[in-house]
C-alpha cells in the first residue's frame, strides 16, 4: 500500500521547489490528487503474477497461443515519467493454458509499478514459464517513453521494442518466426498509437 501522507508531501515540496505557491485554488488539491492516483498507477507493487496464471485449464493438443496489442501505460523508473504501448506475448502450452485475460493481468501486475521496459519484458515471459510450465514462451513490448519525447533528446513518435524469448521460442527459430507472421510485419506498429 502506498503512503499517501509521504506523497502528498513530496508533491507539495515538489510544487515549492519549482517556485510554485501551493495554496493556489488550483495546486490546492494536487498533493491529495496525486496520491490516490499513485496508489492506482503503482497497484501492482501489491500484486503477485501467480494470483491470475494460477487457475489453468488442460489442453490435448499443444498449439501456439498469442495475445497481441495488449495495451498498457507503465511509468519509466529513472524520470518517473509514463511509457506506454502495446505487449504481444505468445507461448507453446505442454497440456495446459490459462485464461486469455489473465495473461492482460500478467502484463497490469507489471506495468503498475515503476519499471523500465527491458526488465518488464523478461519478467512477463519468466512469469509466464513458471506458472503454466509451457514448452516456451514470447514476449514483445512495443512503447512510446515521455521522457524520450518530451524533453532530452525530443523524438516524438519514436517506438522502443523489446523481445524476451524462453524454452522453445528461444531455441527454435521456426517458432519465432511463427510469432512474428502471425504478429504481422504491418501491424507491428499500431497505428493509434500514434499522437
Ligand atoms: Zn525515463
Same mark, same amino acid.
Given at each position: ?14 510544487? /515549492? ?8 485554488? %488550483? ?30 485449464? @488442460? ?5 501456439? $497461443?498469442? $495475445? ?18 502495446? @505487449? ?6 505442454? %497440456? ?14 507489471? @506495468? ?15 512469469? $509466464? ?6 514448452? %516456451? ?10 521522457? !524520450? ?7 516524438? %513518435? ?23 507472421? !502471425?504478429?504481422? /510485419? ?10
Amino acid at each position: 500500500m502506498v503512503d499517501q501522507r509521504k506523497i502528498e508531501e513530496a508533491v507539495r515540496l515538489l510544487l /515549492e521547489g519549482i517556485g510554485e505557491d501551493v495554496n493556489r485554488e %488550483g495546486l490546492r488539491e494536487t498533493p491529495d490528487r496525486i496520491a490516490r492516483m499513485y496508489g492506482e498507477i503503482f497497484a501492482g507493487m501489491d500484486e503477485n503474477a501467480g494470483e491470475h496464471l494460477a487457475k489453468t485449464f @488442460a489442453v490435448e493438443s499443444n498449439e501456439i $497461443v498469442l $495475445v497481441k496489442n495488449i495495451t498498457f501505460y507503465s511509468i519509466c523508473e529513472h524520470h518517473l515519467m509514463p511509457f506506454y504501448g502495446k @505487449a504481444h506475448i505468445a507461448y507453446l502450452p505442454d %497440456g495446459k493454458v490459462v485464461g486469455l485475460s489473465k495473461l492482460a493481468r500478467t502484463v497490469e501486475v507489471y @506495468a503498475r509499478r515503476p519499471q523500465i521496459q527491458e526488465q518488464m519484458t523478461s519478467q512477463i515471459v519468466e512469469a $509466464v514459464m513458471e506458472h503454466l510450465k509451457p514448452q %516456451g514462451a514470447i514476449v514483445m513490448l512495443e512503447a512510446e517513453h515521455l521522457c !524520450m519525447t518530451m524533453r532530452g533528446v525530443e523524438k516524438p %513518435g519514436s517506438r522502443t521494442m523489446t523481445l524476451a524469448s524462453r524454452g522453445c521460442f528461444q531455441e527454435e527459430p521456426k517458432w519465432q518466426d511463427l510469432f512474428f507472421r !502471425m504478429l504481422g /510485419e504491418d501491424k507491428v506498429f499500431n497505428q493509434d498509437l500514434a499522437m
